[in-house]
T-cell receptor
Framework: GQQVMQIPQYQHVQEGEDFTTYCNSS?????IQWYKQRPGGHPVFLIQ?????EVKKQKRLTFQFGEAKKNSSLHITATQTTDVGTYFCVTGTASKLTFGTGTRLQVTL | EADIYQTPRYLVIGTGKKITLECSQT?????MYWYQQDPGMELHLIHYSYGVNSTEKGDLSSESTVSRIRTEHFPLTLESARPSHTSQYLCASSLRLGGDEKLFFGSGTQLSVL
């Protein structure tokens, strides 16, 4: 099946620092979604990217889809403690959405 | 935002017991899913359904079974639980968004088999 790798696996930042997670696929993706899972919680949909080179912003979060549609990134500017959680990229067909390996973000004061 | 419910939230049982994890959604979504997630790990699809009387196995082999007799209800059953089944089980339904499906998750069932 399709494999989607995320890096880094874990990152610990101080509040106010920036954070970026990368999602890489060996095959071309039709689109990509991002989800956030708080500790002890369930994944929550953040955004979907469809077009090559697409960039979308949600307040301090910036999402980008690579030109070749094989990678994506999520960048958080000036992290806050509320950003703590695991961020997953998700891709696949309508019937089988595949989750990436996830990046766990820890933010301390 | 989403109206999808899972019960129980936590379950501790002994080996060999039969269990059913409940999942219900009130959004009228046709597609529903069961994912399994170990602590700190990614989610693995174990079952999905396109609608009533439609069920398929996912990528991760599972000894569980599912049924879809009503649109809103998608229970998962383990006939004989084992310690290797200890995990978190997440139910989801989906809404078509552009070219793909947007997933709405329940709060999950944390299963511990002793």
């Amino acid at each position: 099946g399709q494999q989607v790798m995320q890096i880094p696996q874990y990152q610990h930042v101080q509040e106010g620092e920036d954070f970026t997670t990368y999602c890489n696929s060996s095959t071309t993706l039709s689109n990509i979604q991002w989800y956030k899972q708080r500790p002890g919680g369930h994944p929550v949909f953040l955004i979907q990217l469809v077009k090559s080179g697409e960039v979308k912003k949600q307040k301090r979060l910036t999402f980008q889809f690579g030109e070749a549609k094989k990678n994506s990134s999520l960048h958080i500017t000036a992290t806050q403690t509320t950003d703590v959680g695991t961020y997953f990229c998700v891709t696949g067909t309508a019937s089988k959405l595949t989750f990436g390996t996830g990046t766990r973000l820890q933010v301390t004061l | 935002e989403a109206d999808i419910y899972q019960t129980p939230r936590y379950l501790v049982i002994g080996t060999g017991k039969k269990i059913t994890l409940e999942c219900s959604q009130t959004m009228g979504h046709d597609k529903m899913y069961w994912y399994q997630q170990d602590p700190g790990m990614e989610l693995h699809l174990i079952h999905y359904s396109y609608g009533v009387n439609s069920t398929e196995k996912g990528d991760l082999s599972s000894e569980s079974t599912v049924s879809r007799i009503r649109t809103e209800h998608f229970p998962l059953t383990l006939e004989s639980a084992r310690p290797s089944h200890t995990s978190q089980y997440l139910c989801a339904s989906s809404l078509r968004l552009g070219g793909d499906e947007k997933l709405f998750f329940g709060s999950g069932t944390q299963l511990s088999v002793l």
